[in-house]
């Protein structure tokens, strides 16, 4: 299906954010939906918003106009659009017509692979359906039900559909309650034992999942498209200095993100709340990365994480950075505590983001002497690969050492 992308630049928002990327994000967008091709992406400047068109009367005769010409079959607003506006642009323009919540939604129905997922975006759509039923299509209106003059009026369509909304969102959230249930028995299982939670955040695209896949090396889908990965996935990475992590890549953070996604993907997001450490991972190449920061940062304080929450930057994509420029921006980041340039495509910077991961989860050591049998090699080469000897003394038939390491290092050990 051909597609038209429109992004409203109303003059009281135009302080907000520059309608440009905007346009380019709109249409990253609707590239992510398969299928669907952007016949012409354009920004629509607007004094104000009219009430029930959203355009003006001129506005709307020359876009029916270019959607003619064009032959396209569904106009994506780059903003909110009421259900009465949704309701007479279609009649005016005579084609399908999704806000930017609405396309979201398709992309995440179209995404979702785990039957959280699928329950998640199902419970995001019904909320969202359920405000376009208000006096969004007039056939609605009509009356049902009634037995002669016994019955009465009956209910109305529309009350009917709100109802059948209504239990429907019931059931879902009687299924997620047991998605999370299960959730927080992984999570008390995995502080027994315990590792660390590193928790991936940041907007959609940042390379979140590339770095992930860098890391652990699983294979988790990583494209440059918007919301790539939506089910949240775990893995286990040992750190330079042998401390083990789990490391949870999460779904990808959007300016203006649906209040109905927000509130859906709570279960998934908790991931967020429980971890140890919060990496946020910024696409630093892109034109509007400090905005898309501080999207990210007040998505975060929405779910609750305390700003004290511990929490590193990762810049990256470096690789795309021009060479003048990312000189600049190395210098930057090793001037800010906390702050690491990387490219998790060819693995620049990636160590020194490890090692402080290391030390921020840095667990207590403490200092012992061990002492070995010449011919016991495998356990004095596996100290040494701890990296946790100081000092090492050869004496008759032994080998003494003097290592730093942590209970966990030491349980180990004892388990060789």
């Known amino acids: 299906m051909r597609a038209l992308v429109l992004h409203p630049d109303i003059k009281s928002d135009r302080d907000r954010r520059d309608p440009g990327p905007a346009l380019e994000e709109a249409v990253a967008l609707a590239a992510a939906l398969p299928d669907l091709e952007v016949a012409e992406a354009q920004v629509v400047r607007l004094p104000k918003a009219q009430p029930g068109l959203l355009f003006g009367s001129g506005k709307i005769a020359e876009l029916k106009e ?8 569904l106009v994506l607003i ?16 005579g084609v399908k017509l999704l806000d930017r919540t609405g396309l979201i939604l398709e992309i995440f129905a179209d995404r979702a692979a785990t039957r959280e997922g699928v329950l998640q975006v199902e419970l995001a759509a019904l909320s969202y359906q359920r405000t376009r039923l208000v006096r969004a299509w007039t056939h609605l209106e009509r009356q049902r039900g009634g037995l002669g003059f016994v019955g009465g009026p009956g209910e109305t369509q529309i009350e009917a559909d709100r109802r059948a909304i209504d239990e429907a969102v019931t059931r879902i959230r009687r299924q997620l309650a047991k998605v999370v249930k299960t959730r927080e028995l992984h999570r008390k299982a995995r502080k027994k034992v315990p590792y660390p939670v590193v928790a991936l955040v940041g907007y959609t695209n940042a390379g979140k999942s590339t770095l992930f896949n860098h890391l652990t090396g699983a294979e988790v889908m990583a494209k440059d498209m918007l919301f790539a990965t939506l089910d949240p996935t775990m893995r286990a990475v040992a750190l330079p200095d042998g401390t083990e992590v789990i490391l949870s890549d999460t779904v990808g953070f959007i300016s203006d993100l649906p209040t109905q996604l927000v509130a859906a993907f709570r279960a998934t997001l908790e991931e967020v709340l429980d971890a140890d450490l919060i990496v946020h991972v910024r696409d630093i190449s892109h034109a509007e990365t400090e905005e898309q920061a501080s999207d990210v940062r007040a998505i975060l304080r929405d779910l609750g994480v305390a700003e004290t929450a511990p929490m590193i930057e990762v810049w990256n994509k470096m690789d795309r950075v021009a060479p003048e420029a990312a000189e600049a921006l190395r210098a930057m980041a090793a001037r800010r505590e906390g702050v690491f340039a990387v490219s998790a495509l060819t693995g620049e910077g990636l160590a020194e983001m490890l090692s402080a991961v290391g030390e921020t989860l840095s667990p207590p050591r403490h200092r012992t002497e061990v002492v070995l049998p010449h011919g016991d090699g495998r356990r004095r080469a596996w100290l040494f690969a701890q990296g946790v000897v100081e000092q090492e003394a050869t004496g008759e038939g032994e080998t003494r050492l003097n290592v730093h390491w942590t209970d966990r290092q030491a349980q180990a050990f004892r388990r060789l």
């Open 66 to 73: 270019r959607i003619t010409e064009l032959e396209v079959g």
């Open 78 to 93: 780059d903003g909110p659009v009421t259900p009465v506006q949704q309701r007479n642009l279609e009649k005016e323009w």
